[in-house]
Protein backbone atom coordinates (compact mmCIF):
# COMPACT_ATOMS: atom_id res chain seq x y z
CA UNK A 1 0.00 0.00 0.00
CA UNK A 2 1.28 3.33 -1.01
CA UNK A 3 1.93 5.79 1.87
CA UNK A 4 -1.63 7.22 2.72
CA UNK A 5 -1.46 10.93 1.80
CA UNK A 6 -3.08 12.69 -0.87
CA UNK A 7 -3.76 15.66 -2.44
CA UNK A 8 -7.33 16.04 -3.93
CA UNK A 9 -8.08 18.84 -7.06
CA UNK A 10 -11.30 19.54 -6.82
CA UNK A 11 -12.36 20.38 -10.38
CA UNK A 12 -16.26 21.35 -9.59
CA UNK A 13 -15.02 23.88 -7.17
CA UNK A 14 -12.50 25.44 -9.71
CA UNK A 15 -15.38 25.86 -11.66
CA UNK A 16 -17.32 27.69 -9.02
CA UNK A 17 -14.53 29.94 -8.34
CA UNK A 18 -13.81 30.65 -11.95
CA UNK A 19 -17.72 31.48 -12.15
CA UNK A 20 -17.07 33.98 -8.87
CA UNK A 21 -14.46 35.84 -10.98
CA UNK A 22 -16.64 36.20 -13.82
CA UNK A 23 -19.84 37.70 -11.34
CA UNK A 24 -17.40 40.24 -9.97
CA UNK A 25 -16.11 41.45 -13.59
CA UNK A 26 -19.26 40.85 -15.62
CA UNK A 27 -18.39 42.97 -18.61
CA UNK A 28 -14.78 41.30 -18.69
CA UNK A 29 -13.32 38.46 -20.25
CA UNK A 30 -11.46 36.19 -17.51
CA UNK A 31 -7.49 34.95 -18.08
CA UNK A 32 -7.07 31.69 -15.79
CA UNK A 33 -3.66 32.12 -14.25
CA UNK A 34 -2.19 28.83 -14.71
CA UNK A 35 1.26 29.35 -13.69
CA UNK A 36 2.98 27.68 -11.95
CA UNK A 37 1.89 24.43 -12.68
CA UNK A 38 -1.63 25.78 -12.18
CA UNK A 39 -0.32 27.36 -8.56
CA UNK A 40 0.61 23.55 -7.75
CA UNK A 41 -2.63 21.90 -8.78
CA UNK A 42 -1.42 20.60 -11.73
CA UNK A 43 -2.18 21.83 -15.39
CA UNK A 44 -3.42 18.75 -16.96
CA UNK A 45 -5.63 17.92 -13.19
CA UNK A 46 -7.02 21.40 -12.89
CA UNK A 47 -7.90 21.59 -16.79
CA UNK A 48 -11.12 20.26 -16.76
CA UNK A 49 -12.83 23.04 -13.96
CA UNK A 50 -10.98 25.52 -15.95
CA UNK A 51 -11.72 25.03 -19.25
CA UNK A 52 -14.57 28.02 -18.92
CA UNK A 53 -12.17 30.84 -18.62
CA UNK A 54 -11.32 32.89 -21.72
CA UNK A 55 -7.93 32.12 -22.39
CA UNK A 56 -5.09 30.63 -20.04
CA UNK A 57 -2.45 33.15 -19.04
CA UNK A 58 1.37 30.88 -17.47
CA UNK A 59 5.13 31.71 -17.57
CA UNK A 60 6.31 28.89 -19.38
CA UNK A 61 6.33 27.60 -23.10
CA UNK A 62 6.52 24.04 -21.56
CA UNK A 63 3.44 24.79 -19.73
CA UNK A 64 2.13 26.44 -22.93
CA UNK A 65 2.63 23.71 -25.31
CA UNK A 66 0.51 21.70 -22.35
CA UNK A 67 -2.59 23.76 -22.70
CA UNK A 68 -2.35 23.29 -26.23
CA UNK A 69 -1.75 19.31 -26.12
CA UNK A 70 -4.86 19.76 -23.90
CA UNK A 71 -6.92 20.59 -27.09
CA UNK A 72 -7.15 24.61 -25.73
CA UNK A 73 -7.51 26.64 -28.93
CA UNK A 74 -8.18 29.88 -27.59
CA UNK A 75 -5.92 32.92 -26.14
CA UNK A 76 -3.09 31.90 -24.50
CA UNK A 77 -0.56 34.22 -23.10
CA UNK A 78 2.98 34.75 -21.94
CA UNK A 79 2.88 36.58 -18.87
CA UNK A 80 7.04 37.46 -19.15
CA UNK A 81 6.84 36.96 -22.72
CA UNK A 82 10.03 35.90 -24.33
CA UNK A 83 13.62 34.94 -22.97
CA UNK A 84 15.17 34.47 -25.73
CA UNK A 85 14.38 34.78 -29.80
CA UNK A 86 13.58 31.06 -30.49
CA UNK A 87 10.97 31.08 -28.19
CA UNK A 88 9.11 33.44 -31.06
CA UNK A 89 9.15 30.79 -33.32
CA UNK A 90 7.01 28.71 -30.13
CA UNK A 91 4.51 31.75 -30.11
CA UNK A 92 4.54 31.60 -33.83
CA UNK A 93 3.87 27.54 -34.22
CA UNK A 94 1.01 27.74 -30.95
CA UNK A 95 -0.35 31.04 -31.96
CA UNK A 96 1.09 32.70 -28.22
CA UNK A 97 0.28 35.92 -27.17
CA UNK A 98 2.87 37.25 -25.40
CA UNK A 99 3.69 39.96 -23.21
CA UNK A 100 6.26 43.10 -24.40
CA UNK A 101 7.95 44.36 -21.66
CA UNK A 102 11.21 45.70 -22.26
CA UNK A 103 12.81 46.97 -25.33
CA UNK A 104 15.27 43.63 -26.20
CA UNK A 105 12.04 41.43 -26.68
CA UNK A 106 10.78 44.33 -29.16
CA UNK A 107 14.55 43.86 -30.94
CA UNK A 108 13.80 40.10 -30.90
CA UNK A 109 10.20 40.10 -32.48
CA UNK A 110 11.73 43.24 -35.17
CA UNK A 111 14.22 40.55 -36.13
CA UNK A 112 11.70 37.52 -36.52
CA UNK A 113 10.59 35.87 -39.35
CA UNK A 114 7.21 34.93 -39.16
CA UNK A 115 4.02 34.27 -41.69
CA UNK A 116 1.75 34.62 -38.75
CA UNK A 117 1.82 38.02 -36.73
CA UNK A 118 1.71 37.81 -33.12
CA UNK A 119 -0.63 39.62 -30.68
CA UNK A 120 1.23 41.27 -27.47
CA UNK A 121 0.58 42.76 -24.37
CA UNK A 122 2.60 45.78 -23.76
CA UNK A 123 3.65 45.93 -19.97
CA UNK A 124 3.26 49.14 -18.14
CA UNK A 125 5.56 49.72 -15.10
CA UNK A 126 3.07 51.53 -13.45
CA UNK A 127 4.50 51.81 -10.02
CA UNK A 128 5.46 48.19 -8.67
CA UNK A 129 9.04 48.50 -10.49
CA UNK A 130 9.06 44.70 -11.42
CA UNK A 131 8.31 44.77 -15.02
CA UNK A 132 7.35 46.89 -17.86
CA UNK A 133 7.77 50.34 -19.53
CA UNK A 134 8.01 53.59 -17.58
CA UNK A 135 4.92 55.91 -18.42
CA UNK A 136 7.46 58.16 -20.15
CA UNK A 137 8.56 55.71 -22.43
CA UNK A 138 5.32 53.84 -22.79
CA UNK A 139 4.08 55.01 -25.89
CA UNK A 140 7.39 54.91 -27.26
CA UNK A 141 7.14 51.39 -27.56
CA UNK A 142 3.80 51.20 -28.43
CA UNK A 143 4.83 53.61 -32.06
CA UNK A 144 7.85 51.02 -32.56
CA UNK A 145 5.56 47.61 -32.02
CA UNK A 146 3.25 49.34 -34.01
CA UNK A 147 5.36 49.84 -36.64
CA UNK A 148 6.25 46.09 -36.86
CA UNK A 149 4.61 43.50 -39.62
CA UNK A 150 5.56 41.10 -37.56
CA UNK A 151 2.94 42.21 -34.82
CA UNK A 152 -0.89 42.42 -35.46
CA UNK A 153 -2.37 43.62 -32.29
CA UNK A 154 -1.24 45.32 -29.02
CA UNK A 155 -3.34 45.31 -25.88
CA UNK A 156 -2.39 47.41 -22.87
CA UNK A 157 -1.67 46.10 -19.34
CA UNK A 158 -0.19 46.37 -16.31
CA UNK A 159 -0.03 44.63 -12.35
CA UNK A 160 -0.84 46.40 -9.70
CA UNK A 161 1.08 45.93 -6.35
CA UNK A 162 -1.52 47.21 -3.38
CA UNK A 163 -4.76 45.73 -4.89
CA UNK A 164 -5.01 43.73 -1.46
CA UNK A 165 -3.92 46.43 1.00
CA UNK A 166 -4.83 49.81 2.58
CA UNK A 167 -2.36 51.71 -0.29
CA UNK A 168 -5.07 50.53 -3.05
CA UNK A 169 -5.21 51.18 -6.50
CA UNK A 170 -6.21 55.20 -7.14
CA UNK A 171 -2.42 55.92 -8.12
CA UNK A 172 -1.39 52.84 -10.02
CA UNK A 173 -4.75 53.68 -12.08
CA UNK A 174 -4.32 57.13 -12.90
CA UNK A 175 -0.92 55.89 -14.02
CA UNK A 176 -2.33 53.27 -16.26
CA UNK A 177 -4.64 55.75 -17.39
CA UNK A 178 -2.42 58.57 -18.21
CA UNK A 179 0.10 56.32 -20.01
CA UNK A 180 -2.47 55.12 -22.28
CA UNK A 181 -5.36 57.28 -22.81
CA UNK A 182 -4.79 58.03 -26.20
CA UNK A 183 -3.93 54.09 -27.36
CA UNK A 184 -6.35 51.70 -28.69
CA UNK A 185 -6.31 48.07 -27.93
CA UNK A 186 -7.80 45.84 -24.74
CA UNK A 187 -7.05 46.75 -21.61
CA UNK A 188 -6.12 44.36 -18.56
CA UNK A 189 -5.18 45.28 -15.26
CA UNK A 190 -6.75 43.24 -12.56
CA UNK A 191 -5.64 40.19 -10.71
CA UNK A 192 -7.89 38.00 -8.02
CA UNK A 193 -7.25 41.16 -5.21
CA UNK A 194 -8.52 44.01 -7.85
CA UNK A 195 -10.74 41.89 -9.30
CA UNK A 196 -13.04 40.94 -5.42
CA UNK A 197 -12.03 44.51 -3.72
CA UNK A 198 -12.16 47.29 -6.41
CA UNK A 199 -13.83 45.80 -9.74
CA UNK A 200 -17.00 47.18 -9.48
CA UNK A 201 -15.36 50.12 -8.88
CA UNK A 202 -16.89 53.22 -11.29
CA UNK A 203 -14.23 55.96 -12.87
CA UNK A 204 -16.04 58.90 -12.46
CA UNK A 205 -14.78 60.00 -15.76
CA UNK A 206 -15.31 57.96 -19.00
CA UNK A 207 -12.04 59.36 -21.53
CA UNK A 208 -13.26 58.13 -24.82
CA UNK A 209 -10.31 55.06 -25.21
CA UNK A 210 -9.94 54.56 -21.45
CA UNK A 211 -11.11 52.33 -18.95
CA UNK A 212 -14.53 52.52 -17.24
CA UNK A 213 -13.41 49.94 -14.62
CA UNK A 214 -10.55 48.17 -13.20
CA UNK A 215 -12.21 45.02 -14.61
CA UNK A 216 -11.23 46.28 -18.13
CA UNK A 217 -11.09 43.89 -21.11
CA UNK A 218 -9.61 40.84 -19.50
CA UNK A 219 -9.27 40.35 -15.61
CA UNK A 220 -6.79 37.75 -14.33
CA UNK A 221 -7.64 36.25 -11.38
CA UNK A 222 -4.95 33.61 -10.31
CA UNK A 223 -5.52 32.75 -6.24
CA UNK A 224 -8.93 33.38 -6.02
CA UNK A 225 -9.97 30.46 -8.51
CA UNK A 226 -7.65 28.57 -6.20
CA UNK A 227 -9.29 28.75 -3.03
CA UNK A 228 -7.30 31.11 -0.84
CA UNK A 229 -8.49 34.84 -0.64
CA UNK A 230 -6.31 37.34 -1.69
CA UNK A 231 -6.63 39.84 1.40
CA UNK A 232 -6.98 37.16 4.41
CA UNK A 233 -7.38 37.38 7.27
CA UNK A 234 -9.22 40.45 6.45
CA UNK A 235 -11.68 38.71 4.47
CA UNK A 236 -11.56 34.16 4.43
CA UNK A 237 -12.52 32.51 1.20
CA UNK A 238 -15.70 31.79 3.08
CA UNK A 239 -16.56 35.62 2.97
CA UNK A 240 -15.62 35.93 -1.05
CA UNK A 241 -17.74 32.85 -1.60
CA UNK A 242 -14.67 30.69 -2.46
CA UNK A 243 -14.39 27.17 -2.52
CA UNK A 244 -11.45 24.87 -1.72
CA UNK A 245 -10.15 23.81 -4.71
CA UNK A 246 -7.16 21.44 -3.01
CA UNK A 247 -7.25 19.20 -0.05
CA UNK A 248 -4.37 17.77 1.75
CA UNK A 249 -5.06 14.57 3.56
CA UNK A 250 -3.36 11.70 5.24
CA UNK A 251 -4.26 8.75 7.44
CA UNK A 252 -3.25 8.26 10.89
CA UNK A 253 -0.78 5.61 11.13
CA UNK A 254 -0.04 5.39 14.95
CA UNK A 255 -1.78 6.78 18.47
CA UNK A 256 -0.16 7.20 21.58
CA UNK A 257 -1.73 7.50 25.36
CA UNK A 258 0.04 10.12 27.10
CA UNK A 259 0.53 10.36 30.50
CA UNK A 260 0.28 14.44 31.86
CA UNK A 261 3.95 15.31 31.64
CA UNK A 262 5.12 13.60 28.72
CA UNK A 263 6.36 15.47 25.75
CA UNK A 264 5.87 14.96 21.72
CA UNK A 265 8.28 14.69 19.27
CA UNK A 266 11.75 16.59 18.15
CA UNK A 267 12.56 19.05 20.31
CA UNK A 268 9.71 17.59 23.04
CA UNK A 269 7.95 20.94 22.19
CA UNK A 270 4.53 20.11 23.57
CA UNK A 271 4.28 18.76 27.15
CA UNK A 272 0.84 16.71 27.31
CA UNK A 273 -1.07 18.81 30.16
CA UNK A 274 -2.96 16.05 31.11
CA UNK A 275 -3.48 12.61 30.25
CA UNK A 276 -4.45 12.67 26.38
CA UNK A 277 -4.26 10.81 23.11
CA UNK A 278 -2.63 11.64 20.23
CA UNK A 279 -2.70 10.72 16.05
CA UNK A 280 0.38 10.54 14.13
CA UNK A 281 -0.21 12.00 10.45
CA UNK A 282 1.06 10.46 7.68
CA UNK A 283 2.11 14.08 6.10
CA UNK A 284 5.15 16.07 7.03
CA UNK A 285 7.43 19.17 5.82
CA UNK A 286 8.53 16.32 2.91
CA UNK A 287 5.03 16.50 1.74
CA UNK A 288 4.81 20.21 1.39
CA UNK A 289 3.24 21.34 5.03
CA UNK A 290 5.64 23.89 6.19
CA UNK A 291 7.60 22.51 9.26
CA UNK A 292 7.47 26.30 10.54
CA UNK A 293 3.69 26.26 12.20
CA UNK A 294 3.26 26.29 15.74
CA UNK A 295 1.36 24.10 18.36
CA UNK A 296 -2.61 24.67 18.17
CA UNK A 297 -2.81 24.69 14.43
CA UNK A 298 -6.00 23.54 13.35
CA UNK A 299 -6.00 19.89 11.46
CA UNK A 300 -9.06 18.43 10.91
CA UNK A 301 -9.63 14.57 11.80
CA UNK A 302 -12.72 13.17 9.94
CA UNK A 303 -14.56 16.47 10.17
CA UNK A 304 -13.95 17.84 13.73
CA UNK A 305 -11.18 20.58 14.57
CA UNK A 306 -8.31 19.80 16.46
CA UNK A 307 -4.88 20.60 16.51
CA UNK A 308 -1.05 20.36 15.98
CA UNK A 309 0.99 19.32 19.09
CA UNK A 310 4.82 18.97 18.33
CA UNK A 311 6.74 19.75 15.86
CA UNK A 312 6.36 18.66 11.97
CA UNK A 313 8.50 16.29 11.28
CA UNK A 314 9.37 15.12 7.23
CA UNK A 315 7.22 12.56 7.27
CA UNK A 316 4.90 12.82 10.27
CA UNK A 317 3.09 15.71 12.27
CA UNK A 318 1.16 14.83 15.67
CA UNK A 319 -2.56 15.79 16.60
CA UNK A 320 -4.38 16.33 19.89
CA UNK A 321 -7.81 13.25 19.40
CA UNK A 322 -8.68 14.59 22.34
CA UNK A 323 -11.82 16.31 20.74
CA UNK A 324 -12.12 13.45 17.87
CA UNK A 325 -12.24 10.15 20.91
CA UNK A 326 -13.53 8.15 18.03
CA UNK A 327 -10.32 8.42 15.50
CA UNK A 328 -7.82 5.89 15.21
CA UNK A 329 -5.32 4.11 12.65
CA UNK A 330 -6.70 4.55 9.54
CA UNK A 331 -8.60 7.80 10.60
CA UNK A 332 -8.55 10.52 7.66
CA UNK A 333 -6.77 13.90 8.54
CA UNK A 334 -7.17 16.88 6.45
CA UNK A 335 -4.23 19.30 6.62
CA UNK A 336 -5.97 22.13 4.47
CA UNK A 337 -8.60 21.62 1.78
CA UNK A 338 -11.88 20.01 2.25
CA UNK A 339 -12.32 16.84 4.58
CA UNK A 340 -13.69 13.84 2.51
CA UNK A 341 -17.44 15.06 3.69
CA UNK A 342 -17.38 18.38 3.14
CA UNK A 343 -15.78 20.35 6.15
CA UNK A 344 -13.67 23.05 5.06
CA UNK A 345 -10.31 24.14 6.26
CA UNK A 346 -8.89 26.92 4.57
CA UNK A 347 -5.24 26.60 3.34
CA UNK A 348 -5.11 30.06 4.22
CA UNK A 349 -5.19 29.37 8.09
CA UNK A 350 -2.31 27.21 7.69
CA UNK A 351 -0.37 29.95 6.04
CA UNK A 352 -0.81 32.26 8.27
CA UNK A 353 -0.11 30.40 10.94
CA UNK A 354 3.23 29.75 9.45
CA UNK A 355 3.63 33.36 8.37
CA UNK A 356 3.28 32.86 4.53
CA UNK A 357 0.52 33.24 1.95
CA UNK A 358 -1.68 30.41 0.42
CA UNK A 359 -0.19 31.02 -2.72
CA UNK A 360 3.14 29.46 -1.68
CA UNK A 361 1.68 26.00 0.63
CA UNK A 362 -0.23 25.59 -2.83
CA UNK A 363 3.14 26.11 -5.11
CA UNK A 364 4.69 23.81 -2.65
CA UNK A 365 3.02 20.39 -2.78
CA UNK A 366 5.97 18.00 -2.96
CA UNK A 367 6.17 15.87 -5.80
CA UNK A 368 6.07 12.97 -3.98
CA UNK A 369 2.29 13.94 -2.61
CA UNK A 370 -0.04 11.33 -5.50
CA UNK A 371 -2.60 13.80 -6.55
CA UNK A 372 -5.87 13.10 -8.13
CA UNK A 373 -8.90 15.56 -9.60
CA UNK A 374 -12.43 14.63 -8.15
C1 LIG B 1 0.24 35.74 -11.13
C2 LIG B 1 -0.30 36.88 -11.86
C3 LIG B 1 -1.66 37.23 -11.73
C4 LIG B 1 -2.58 36.55 -10.76
O1 LIG B 1 -2.38 37.07 -9.49
P1 LIG B 1 -3.27 36.56 -8.25
O2 LIG B 1 -2.82 37.40 -7.12
O3 LIG B 1 -2.89 35.12 -8.05
O4 LIG B 1 -4.67 36.72 -8.62
C5 LIG B 1 -2.13 38.26 -12.52
N1 LIG B 1 -1.32 38.92 -13.36
C6 LIG B 1 -0.01 38.63 -13.49
C7 LIG B 1 0.83 39.41 -14.44
C8 LIG B 1 0.54 37.60 -12.76
O5 LIG B 1 1.84 37.31 -12.89
Not at 90 to 102: A, I, K, M, P, Y
Not at 267 to 294: E, H, L, N, S
Not at 299 to 323: A, F, K, N, Q
Request: glycine share 10%; aromatic share 6%.
Amino acid sequence: MPRPVEAVIHTEALAHNLRRARAAAPDAKVWAIVKANAYGHGIERAYAGLRGADGFALLDLDEAERVRALGWRGPVLLLEGCFEARDLETCSRLNLWHVVHHEAQIDMLAAHKTHTPHHVFLKLNSGMNRLGFRPAAYAHAWRRLSGLTQVDGIALMTHLSDADGPRGITDQLATFEAATRELPGERTLANSAATLRHAAWQRPISAPGGIDRVAADWVRPGIMVYGSSPDFPERSIADWGLQPTMSLRAQIIATQALKAGERVGYGGRFTAPRDMRIGVVACGYADGYPRVVPDGTPVLVGDLRTRLVGRVSMDMITVDLTPVPDAGVGSVATLWGRSPDGTVLAIDEIAHAAGTVGYELMCALAPRVPARAD
